[in-house]
């Protein structure tokens, strides 16, 4: 059971607009910033959206993330065929004086 | 270029050990924090230990603690993970990954490609 709560799976047809939720609490979200990763089948994680909303160079400004209380999300607009992937929700946990993972949300592009 | 490259995988027993290795380059290794990651076979990624650069904080996740410890050698550029007393539920891709902010330790901005430890008899 994570600490942080992701759905399972989204989905949506090219170009469409898929949001995928992350839920804490206080001593992780509520508190600290968020991240998101994208993990491409077979590879390793890649660090997608950082502190809540920035976005690394070279990260394409069809990846949004917000937060607002004890939870965040991940928009991907104008969905492409290459953005099938696993996402990550990422934060640091207080209480357990660690990082925190959610579960994980697989994006299917239909 | 920034590059992690992970390596001492392999196939344990359960009750064994391993010691994993992170090698760093590209970058000032001993200014940066160094996290270990897992993953289990079609599972989600796991928090398992962190090391800031002088080696003077350290974290292990209630999963692993008293059986793994983290270490690094910054004269090497260097991370290892010391694994003991290993069991089935061990068994992930383990990924070494740099903590972009030594402050913001979820904010990993570069990650190795993993090493496989399997436990199993």
């Known amino acids: 059971q994570s600490v942080l709560t992701q759905p399972p799976s989204a989905s949506g047809t090219p170009g469409q607009r898929v949001t995928i939720s992350c839920s804490g609490s206080?001593?992780?979200?509520?508190?600290?910033?968020v991240y998101w990763y994208q993990q491409l089948p077979g590879t390793a994680p890649k660090l997608l959206i950082y502190?809540?909303?920035q976005r690394p160079s070279g990260v394409p400004d069809r990846f949004s993330g917000s937060q607002s209380g004890t939870s965040a999300s991940l928009a991907i607009s104008g969905l492409r065929s290459e953005d099938e992937a696993d996402y990550y929700c990422?934060?640091?946990?207080?209480?357990?004086?660690?990082?925190?993972f959610g579960g994980g949300t697989k994006v299917t592009v239909l | 270029e920034v590059q992690l490259v992970e390596s001492g995988g392999g196939l344990v027993q359960p009750g064994g050990s391993l010691r994993l290795s992170c090698t760093a380059s590209?970058?000032?290794?001993?200014?940066?924090?160094m996290i270990w990651v897992r993953q289990a076979p079609g599972k989600g990624l796991e928090w398992v230990s962190y090391?800031?650069?002088?080696?003077?904080?350290?974290y292990y996740a209630d999963s692993v603690k008293g059986r793994f410890t983290i270490s690094r050698d910054n004269a090497e550029n260097s991370l290892f993970l010391h694994m003991n007393s290993l069991r089935a539920e061990d068994t992930a891709v383990y990924y070494c990954?740099?903590?972009?902010?030594?402050?913001?330790?979820?904010?990993?901005?570069?990650w190795g490609q993993g090493t496989l430890v399997t436990v199993s008899s």
């Open positions: 990422a934060a640091w946990d207080d209480r357990l004086s660690g990082g925190v």
């Open positions: 502190r809540n909303r």
């Open positions: 990954a740099r903590a972009a902010d030594k402050w913001e330790l979820p904010y990993l901005d570069y």
């Open positions: 090391i800031s650069g002088s080696s003077d904080t350290i």
């Open positions: 590209g970058f000032s290794f001993s200014d940066y924090s």
């Open positions: 206080s001593s992780n979200i509520g508190n600290n910033f």
